[in-house]
């Protein structure tokens, strides 16, 4: 079946290190996206990529960086200089072009740092 | 800017009850449309989508979603809510740029049915 995969579900980190999230797609879609949902704010945007090893920033990519060296690949990196980083974590594919717009979106990867 | 808004943060019907959930959409341009849904600690699932043509849409699990221009609003509608239904639900919207597909989500209205 293809989709998207999102590993682990839950991750546990220390405030200070550095996490990387997975996600992977087998979707065949050009274009990937990770967002960040925090209650009561919808899902933010904070990277997406369109073609392998190009991506752009988001609404809110402080902190955060990702790696396009894989069309099935997005991982994203969590890093110390990212203020609260504690979220669910949303990776989405979709095909680029006007003729399929929608995203797919993974299960998500829910991060509590302390 | 282009912004979606969701104006309800919680709705509760009843099981049976019709529902409607109400999306604003602000935007230079027609935007293309989607309604999720989405259940605890998952991911979102599309319910239904408008690009262009009939303004009444249909999409899975017997919900549907009218495009009104003149009210800049996309509220998505089902005639009988089932126990099931009970979820988050976001709409949201985007236009094709050469910056790629990107999406506004709004902020998400919480349904509670109640049997």
């Known amino acids: 079946d293809g989709g998207i995969t999102q590993s682990p579900k839950y991750l546990f980190r220390k405030e200070g290190q550095n996490v990387t999230l997975s996600c992977e797609q087998n979707l065949n879609h050009d274009a990937m996206y990770w967002y960040r949902q925090d209650p009561g704010q919808g899902l933010r945007l904070i990277y997406y990529?369109?073609?392998?090893?190009?991506?752009q920033k988001g609404d809110i990519a402080e902190g955060y960086s990702v790696s396009r060296e894989k069309k099935e690949s997005f991982p994203l990196t969590v890093t110390s200089a990212q203020k609260n980083p504690t979220a669910f974590y949303l990776c989405a594919s979709s095909i680029q072009g006007m003729s399929s717009y929608e995203q797919y979106f993974g299960p998500g990867t829910r991060l509590t740092v302390t | 800017a282009q912004s979606v808004t969701q104006p309800d943060i919680h709705i509760t019907v009843s099981e049976g009850a019709s529902l409607e959930l109400r999306c604003n959409y602000s935007?230079?341009?027609?935007?293309?449309l989607f309604w999720y849904v989405q259940s605890p600690g998952q991911g979102l699932q599309l319910l239904l989508k408008y690009f262009s043509g009939d303004t009444l849409v249909q999409g899975i699990k017997g919900f549907e979603a009218e495009f009104k221009r003149s009210q800049s609003s996309f509220n998505l509608r089902k005639p009988s809510v089932h126990w099931s239904d009970a979820a988050e639900y976001f709409c949201a919207g985007g236009v094709l740029t050469g910056g790629g597909n990107k999406l506004t989500f709004g902020t998400g209205t919480q349904l509670k049915v109640e049997l």
């Open positions: 990529s369109q073609i392998v090893n190009d991506f």
């Open positions: 935007y230079g341009a027609t935007p293309y």
